[in-house]
């Protein structure tokens, strides 16, 4: 997927390692892809309650992990 924005994110370093590990064990191929996953499971999440203020995510923006 090709990146449309580009972001810097800091993050604590339980975090870091989860994200490394997640590369370094082949289960993500970058950093961002763990960082894109994550955000599509959120945006899942807050599709389910009443005060989502995210109702749909284009399909161009829904992709796998990988």
């Given amino acids: 997927m090709a990146a449309n924005h580009t972001r810097h994110v ?3 370093a339980l975090l870091a390692n989860f994200v490394d590990q ?3 064990e082949g289960q993500y191929q970058s950093v961002s ?3 894109q996953a994550a955000l599509r ?3 899942e999440r807050e ?3 009443e005060d ?3 109702r749909k995510v284009p399909s161009s923006q829904r992709q796998g992990a990988r």
Wanted: glycine share 0%.
């Fill in 10 to 12: 800091a993050l604590t």
């Fill in 22 to 24: 997640r590369v370094a």
């Fill in 33 to 35: 892809a763990v960082i």
């Fill in 41 to 43: 499971l959120l945006v």
């Fill in 47 to 49: 599709m389910k309650t």
């Fill in 52 to 54: 989502a203020p995210i």
